[in-house]
C-alpha cells in the first residue's frame, strides 16, 4: 500500500475527529471550568515527554551523578521556574548538558 495514501488518510482522519469537538460544542461553548483546566495540559503533558528523555540513556535507566541530563533538567527546571520563559529555559538546560558533557 502506498505510505503517502496512508499518512493522507490518517491525516484527514485526524482534522476529521478534532474538528468534530468543535463543531459539535460550537465556538465559545466551552464551560470556564473545561477552559480553566485546559490552560495546565502542556505543563502536565511535558514533563511526561521530558522525563523519559533525562531517565533513559542507551536504553535503560540511568539514575546517579553520572547521567549529566538530570543535572540540565534542573538547572532547565529552575531558569524555566524563575523566567517563564521558553526559550530561556532550552537554551539553560541545552548549554548545562554541552558543558557538563565537554568537561568530563
Known amino acids: 500500500m502506498n505510505p503517502w495514501l496512508i499518512i493522507s ?44 528523555a533525562v531517565l533513559v540513556v542507551d536504553g535503560s535507566y540511568a539514575i546517579g551523578f553520572d547521567n549529566y541530563r538530570i543535572y540540565a533538567a534542573v538547572v532547565a527546571g529552575v531558569v524555566g521556574y524563575r523566567t517563564k520563559n521558553l526559550s530561556f529555559t532550552m537554551v539553560a538546560g541545552l548549554a548545562t548538558l554541552w558543558v557538563l558533557e565537554g568537561l568530563f
Open 9 to 52: 488518510v490518517i491525516g484527514i482522519g485526524t482534522v476529521l475527529l478534532r474538528g468534530s469537538f468543535l463543531a459539535i460544542l460550537g465556538p465559545g461553548s466551552i464551560p470556564p471550568a473545561l477552559e480553566r483546566a485546559l490552560r495546565f495540559v502542556p505543563a502536565a503533558v511535558f514533563p511526561a515527554i521530558a522525563l523519559p
